[in-house]
């Protein structure tokens, strides 16, 4: 069928809407819940014909996954919607915190900005932008929870809850993603289905972001796919909000910098960028475009400021392909390295991938690809019209029968796990339980990478695995590039101001120290600038930039499937954050007494806390018996009895953990 099934959890409640789309017809389900007949060629309101194009892709499961296509698409002024929805979204209600803002009381003839995420911190970038009553978000990321151990905790993502009068009353418009990375796009699988409102993304951006949504959860969203020009000029309008979608470069395909046109000014959000002057996958950045930007008077750059610390130029990607070309042929004239060369790689940076099929081209070799998400990347790459030139020469394989033909000398491998990630194939590779490909003696490593704060000593112990075995690491700290960051530094943040010329600066998306260090260089080139925290509420005009309200902002963790509460405190301060995670499910009957046994389970970060969690278990679940058999809590509704519950076991765990615990209640009928 023309829709793969990412996982096997899914299929059987999907099987019918399958068949049905086998040959191009079917019943599309909108999250309304509406559904509509059509065929391969359908026709919107104005009777442009839309073709569907359905793609195949090879994942890591084998089977063909869908890729939007927008070759047909109508004009950007009018952007298409492929707006088909296999099931109902059914996320998690996010709306329920309590946040209360009061955007009534905003001017509307200013242009408001409202952080929700990324200032502060490295990652969960969301930021509302409004004006005249009339609303938008830029992306919707989430932060790695690693570093932070937080049991049970793998994302954080903002905790939208204060959107909800603007969702509700149809003000809040659209969601606009710069691009596809992570900390942009990983919350919308949790927060879209609360949200229901537009998404606008270019082609490579929404393929990427469906297919990890489709992956988790099963459904899709609203897509609006837009084709930018490749100038600062208009491509579309959202409400009040006339705006371009102006290509910067990145580290990754298809980034975007918004200019939002609004009665009140222009605004320049930067989204991520650097100024490469040799990117290897599209155009470097059009700075005469910046410049007639600036001469039509630029109110505010709202701009990345993750590298802001760091002094001079970044490296160009078109560096780091001739050093890893270089490096190649090095590695073919060593006779003591006759083994194959595995090359691991942040998955989404298409150009390395391309530079790293080009170098093992320039010595002979072959290229394989292992891990999920590389192999979802080389085919939407392919399928959107990138990574074109290598598949004609068969440079990126799959690891089949012919690939394992070829002499060791003669192999690479490009691999996921460059973060030191626990089930990526690297780590699998380094303790001898990958499948196919387990480095040795003779073989060559290199990381095309830099570890992420937090995640040095996962990419150390791999390393020190791998060379206990005989394998050469070789990384971005010896003699050759291999590595370039994707942000701007100093000099390329001046650069930007330089060529925009804004009135006022408000640098995002970074820690403090980063915000801080941006801050400086603006205002040497001669703008004011202004620090935000997420929940800070500002209002724009061309006299002044000023603070009209905040709340205490709130974030929300995942475990993959459930979100919990976070705090501020319990997100910059670890003495704050919770011991253990004390997860209960619970069968109530008609009388809400219950039905079964309680289900519990603990996750603890610290080992200290962990030797205790299997008897803390069982004496949770005989003191949640215990509560529930209290006749009082008879009267109590679904709400009041969870929090009734869940206070009162987050009091009991904690004196037996001896540490703060967050408790997670589900209640089933």
């Avoid at 993304?201 to 990890?212: G, L």
């Amino acid at each position: 069928t023309p829709f793969h099934m990412m996982g096997l959890g899914c299929l059987v409640r999907r099987c019918c809407v399958q068949a049905s789309r086998a040959c191009g017809w079917g019943q599309v389900r909108s999250a309304s819940g509406s559904a509509r007949v059509y065929d391969r060629c359908d026709r919107n309101q104005s009777g442009f014909a839309r073709q569907y194009t359905w793609h195949r892709m090879k994942t890591s499961v084998g089977g063909p996954a869908i890729a939007l296509d927008e070759d047909d698409v109508e004009a950007v002024e009018s952007p298409e919607v492929d707006d088909f929805d296999l099931d109902e979204p059914d996320g998690q209600d996010v709306f329920t915190a309590g946040i209360s803002v009061d955007f009534d009381s905003w001017d509307p003839t200013k242009l408001h900005i409202l952080p929700l995420g990324g200032c502060g911190n490295i990652g969960m970038n969301m930021t509302l932008y409004g004006y005249g009553n009339e609303y938008i978000l830029v992306d919707a990321g989430q932060m790695m929870a690693e570093r932070l151990e937080i049991p049970g905790v793998v994302a954080i993502v903002p905790d939208v809850s204060c959107l909800a009068p603007l969702v509700k009353s149809g003000r809040l418009k659209a969601l606009i993603i710069t691009h596809a990375h992570d900390d942009h796009t990983g919350g919308l699988e949790h927060l879209w289905p609360n949200l229901r409102i537009p998404v606008y993304a270019t082609k490579f951006t929404a393929n990427m972001v469906r297919f990890k949504i489709f992956e988790q959860t099963g459904y899709d969203i609203e897509w609006k796919l837009i084709r930018p020009s490749p100038t600062v000029d208009s491509d579309f309008q959202v409400g009040p909000f006339d705006i371009s979608m102006f290509p910067v470069t990145h580290s990754m395909p298809e980034c975007y910098a918004l200019v939002l046109r609004t009665p009140a000014g222009i605004v320049l959000h930067t989204g991520d960028w650097k100024l490469d002057h040799e990117p290897q996958v599209g155009d470097p950045m059009n700075l005469d475009e910046l410049k007639k930007l600036g001469d039509e008077g630029v109110l505010a750059i709202v701009g990345d400021s993750t590298n802001a610390t760091r002094p001079g130029h970044s490296i160009s990607e078109g560096e780091v392909r001739r050093s890893i070309i270089a490096l190649f042929k090095e590695i073919e004239a060593d006779e003591t390295r006759k083994g194959a060369i595995i090359v691991t790689c942040f998955a989404t940076n298409v150009a390395r991938l391309e530079t790293i099929a080009i170098a093992a081209r320039s010595v002979g070799r072959h290229v394989a690809v292992t891990g999920r998400s590389l192999l979802a990347v080389r085919s939407i790459a392919s399928v959107t019209g990138y990574l074109s030139d290598l598949n004609k020469h068969d440079s990126i394989l799959d690891a089949d029968d012919t690939w394992r033909s070829y002499p060791r000398e003669k192999q690479v491998v490009i691999c996921t796990g460059c973060q030191g990630e626990p089930n990526s194939a690297l780590q699998r590779a380094a303790n001898g339980k990958h499948p196919w490909f387990n480095p040795g003696n003779g073989d060559t490593v290199i990381f095309s990478s830099s570890a992420i704060p937090g995640n040095e000593f996962n990419v150390n112990s791999i390393k020190s695995n791998l060379a206990e075995a005989g394998v050469y690491v070789i990384d971005n700290t010896g003699p050759y590039l291999t590595h370039a960051t994707g942000h701007p530094h100093e000099d390329e943040l001046r650069q930007m101001y330089e060529c925009v010329r804004p009135r006022f600066a408000i640098p995002v998306h970074g820690e403090h120290k980063h915000q801080l260090a941006h801050a400086q260089i603006a205002k040497e080139v001669g703008a004011e600038a202004t620090i935000l925290k997420d929940g800070e509420i500002y209002s724009l005009s061309k006299s002044e930039v000023r603070q009209v309200g905040a709340f205490d902002v709130a974030y929300l963790g995942s475990d993959g499937s459930d979100l919990t509460p976070i705090s501020r405190n319990e997100l910059e301060q670890p003495n704050q954050r919770a011991a253990a995670l004390v997860v209960i499910t619970i069968r109530l009957d008609q009388d809400k007494r219950l039905a079964e046994a309680p289900r519990v389970s603990i996750r603890a970060s610290k080992r200290s806390v962990q030797t205790r969690v299997p008897e803390v278990v069982v004496e949770v679940a005989a003191e949640i018996t215990q509560i529930l058999a209290l006749e009082k809590l008879r009267h109590l509704d679904a709400n009041s009895l969870n929090e009734k519950v869940t206070d009162e076991i987050s009091q009991f765990a904690a004196t037996r953990l001896g540490g703060k615990v967050a408790t997670l209640l589900h209640i089933e009928n």
